[in-house]
């Protein structure tokens, strides 16, 4: 059973309070993007769950977000009837802010359900994904949405109109615990307009909705901050409409209206940063059943 994966982008990012679960209370406009990491889930070879994958960097056990997904899949249906391990093919580069842990969990979960055909609610799909982390209950359906609380309350919005990004990730992981503590001692210079983002997102006015694009981890200071001041720069001088920091980093992602101008800034920032990509936005996938 093999599933896409796509990654997340945070279009604009905004971290409120600190929750007592030891989170923070956030506000952020979420976007699918066409970079897919693909997950294999098949059958252990010895009885015990592992996590395979072409990045030998990332965990093989139960604290792998794609295993994890398949273990709570099985406890909670049955399905599948042996112990699964999963086959990740990486594309998503971690550690940058773009979700691919948590696109992999969604992936898994989504999948698992059509398999198996067991009649399982959104709801309580989502309450599954939720289970696994904050950004796993976005990555199901995707598209473009605000999420708040922290990450895990989704209200569709409509879709970013159609456009080109490209994402640069300069090779820096981030951990997001980190991230957090740092920001939380951090005198914040800008604060997101997510109701302007999201009236322009109305408006279908890609230029405007660029226009909104912040995130207040770029007032962290730190390696990823500094290259993606850079990044960001490089890319608003080749033609993008808006370019902002995706999560607490690393990744840069900047939006275009044009094909040319996007691949030209693709092929110069691809020259310093190998992990530079050109993508698509993906639209919200259908939910399966009504509950």
Known sequence: MTFSAPAKLNLALDVLSPRPDGYHELLTVMQTADLCDIVTVL???????????????????????ALA???????????????????????????AGLGGGSADAAAV??????????DISDKLLLSWAAELGSDVPFCLFGGTQLAGGRGELLTPLPPLPDCFIVICCPGIAVRTGAAFARLDNTERRRKPDISGLCEALRKGDLALAARYMCNVFDDCPGAAQSHAKTAKSRLARGGALGASMSGSGSAVFGVFADCRAACAACAALRREYAQTYLCRPVPARRPESRG
């Open 109 to 118: 979960l989504r999948g698992l359900r059509r398999e198996s055909g067991a």
């Open 69 to 95: 997904a398949a273990l709570l899949f099985r406890e909670n249906t049955g399905f599948p009837a042996y112990m699964p391990s999963v086959l990740l093919r990486k594309h998503i580069p971690a550690g």
């Open 43 to 65: 059958p252990s070879r010895d009885g015990e769950p592992r996590a395979v994958s072409n990045r030998p960097e990332l965990p093989a056990d139960g604290s792998n977000l």
